[in-house]
């Protein structure tokens, strides 16, 4: 059964600061995801990231994934108080199935 | 393009009651999947449908959630009879191809009292 594990699971920083958010999955995928989600909110698409030692940067935010090591970071460079929200990192199932594995999510909370 | 639409966006019932949502997919997106967000979770697969066939349903609950895509465009998903445990947000998805990106409805709100 896959299983993705993200910590930490709820992050206050400070606004300017840098931090970084993991993302740890059981068993090989082909692709990993993240996702923001704003509270009441459904998800925005941050990163699609396919195969080894890829990296993808939109911003203040960088993802990155190691397939070896099963494990993908976003990392927040000088955070600002609009990066607040909820950050999921999601694992493609694989095989004949297509759906989605999700983490418990990271909370994060910006302050000025 | 217009995105996943689902309705209703909030719906309180009892338990036992039962309960149905709509999802309308991206026009032409072949794949639709139905995800249960619990408080505090992440989502969590309900089913994958690619056109009207269901190519995952392993983790639905069998004994009271059922769903269907007629025509394989819109998809309903029911809930009968719901439990307490059933509150969550129902979230919607589709893509075009099966290894394309997803994009994620606004969800539908469901309260059991």
């Known amino acids: 059964e896959l299983k993705v594990e993200q910590n930490p699971l709820f992050l206050s920083m400070q606004e300017g600061k840098n931090y970084t958010i993991y993302c740890n999955y059981s068993?090989?995928?082909?692709?990993l995801y993240w996702y923001r989600q704003d509270p009441g909110k459904s998800l925005e698409s941050l990163f699609v990231?396919?195969?080894?030692?890829a990296v993808k940067q939109e911003g203040r935010l960088m993802a990155s994934l190691d397939t070896k090591a099963r494990l993908s970071t976003l990392h927040i460079t000088a955070a600002v108080h609009d990066l607040s929200a909820t950050y999921f990192c999601?694992?493609?199932?694989?095989?004949?199935?297509?759906?989605?594995?999700f983490g418990k999510g990271t909370h994060l909370i910006i302050q000025p | 393009e217009a995105g996943v639409a689902q309705s209703p966006r909030y719906k309180i019932i009892e338990k036992r009651q039962s309960v149905a949502f709509w999802c309308n997919p991206i026009?032409?997106?072949?794949?639709l999947y139905w995800y249960q967000q619990i408080l505090g979770q992440g989502p969590k697969l309900l089913i994958q449908?690619?056109?009207?066939?269901?190519?995952?349903d392993s983790q639905l609950p069998k004994d009271r959630f059922s769903a269907e895509r007629l025509k394989g465009v819109d998809s309903t998903l029911k809930i009968q009879p719901a439990k307490l445990e059933d509150s969550a947000v129902y979230l919607c998805?589709?893509?075009?191809?099966?290894?394309?990106?997803?994009?994620f409805g606004s969800g539908t709100r469901l309260t059991v009292v």
């Open positions: 998805a589709s893509s075009l191809r099966r290894l394309d990106g997803y994009t």
């Open positions: 068993t090989t995928s082909d692709r």
């Open positions: 990231l396919l195969s080894n030692g």
């Open positions: 999601a694992v493609r199932s694989g095989g004949g199935a297509d759906g989605l594995t």
């Open positions: 026009s032409g997106h072949a794949t």
């Open positions: 449908f690619q056109n009207n066939g269901v190519v995952d």
